[in-house]
T-cell receptor, first 113, second 115 residues
Framework: AQSVTQLDSHVSVSEGTPVLLRCNYSSSYSPSLFWYVQHPNKGLQLLLKYTSAAPLVKGINGFEAEFKKSETSFHLTKPSAHMSDAAEYFCVVRYSSASKIIFGSGTRLSIRP | NAGVTQTPKFQVLKTGQSMTLQCAQDMNHEYMSWYRQDPGMGLRLIHYSVGAGITDQGEVPNGYNVSRSTTEDFPLRLLSAAPSQTSVYFC??????????????FGPGTRLTVL
């Protein structure tokens, strides 16, 4: 079955240190992958997406993600965390063979001063 | 463009009541969907539509109905509300369902409480 797994339900980092949020997906020859961010009591906003072009994708607010087909991973990173990055992050996969879009369970990112 | 709009923002129902959550988009998107968000469970797909007159079930369809009479509107109906339907509901749309690279645009959500 098609699936996406976010390996950490909660990540806590200090302000100014790197952020790594992990995401793995079940294998398919042509997935599109997305990261969304949800700030408290808000809707979801697209951070970045991978669509079979360059494997390293740059998004908004200094985030980037790398598609690694051999590892079926699409981890989200940021070199230096900011307090405003505290939010819930969702990894999402969409397969070309299906109209259904599959969400990971989310990773809550906390930033320590 | 207003994007994806949802009404109401908040709603309290009693068990057994019915209601309709409204969703509209002004981007001429083919694909529309409804999700519910519960703590620790991410977003789960309730129903989706790939165009006017076409709907299909998602992961958690029981207790909900949808219709898509126009491209713009995709209402979600709760037939007989139950406490288990207490959740935050998000509507989303994207341009073409057949193009997997199209991202979804989300509405601001409806927070529903069923007593």
């Amino acid at each position: 079955a098609q699936s996406v797994t976010q390996l950490d339900s909660h990540v806590s980092v200090s302000e100014g240190t790197p952020v790594l949020l992990r995401c793995n997906y079940s294998s398919s020859y042509s997935p599109s992958l997305f990261w969304y961010v949800q700030h408290p009591n808000k809707g979801l906003q697209l951070l970045l997406k991978y669509t079979s072009a360059a494997p390293l994708v740059k998004g908004i607010n200094g985030f980037e993600a790398e598609f690694k087909k051999s590892e079926t991973s699409f981890h989200l990173t940021k070199p230096s965390a900011h307090m405003s990055d505290a939010a819930e992050y969702f990894c999402v996969v969409r397969y070309s063979s299906a109209s259904k879009i599959i969400f990971g369970s989310g990773t809550r990112l906390s930033i320590r001063p | 463009n207003a994007g994806v709009t949802q009404t109401p923002k908040f709603q309290v129902l009693k068990t057994g009541q019915s209601m309709t959550l409204q969703c509209a988009q002004d981007m001429n998107h083919e694909y529309m969907s409804w999700y519910r968000q519960d703590p620790g469970m991410g977003l789960r797909l309730i129903h989706y539509s790939v165009g006017a007159g076409i709907t299909d079930q998602g992961e958690v369809p029981n207790g909900y109905n949808v219709s898509r009479s126009t491209t713009e509107d995709f209402p979600l109906r709760l037939l007989s509300a139950a406490p288990s339907q207490t959740s935050v509901y998000f509507c989303a749309s994207s341009y073409r369902h057949s193009a997997s690279y199209n991202e979804q645009f989300f509405g601001p959500g409806t927070r529903l409480t069923v007593l």
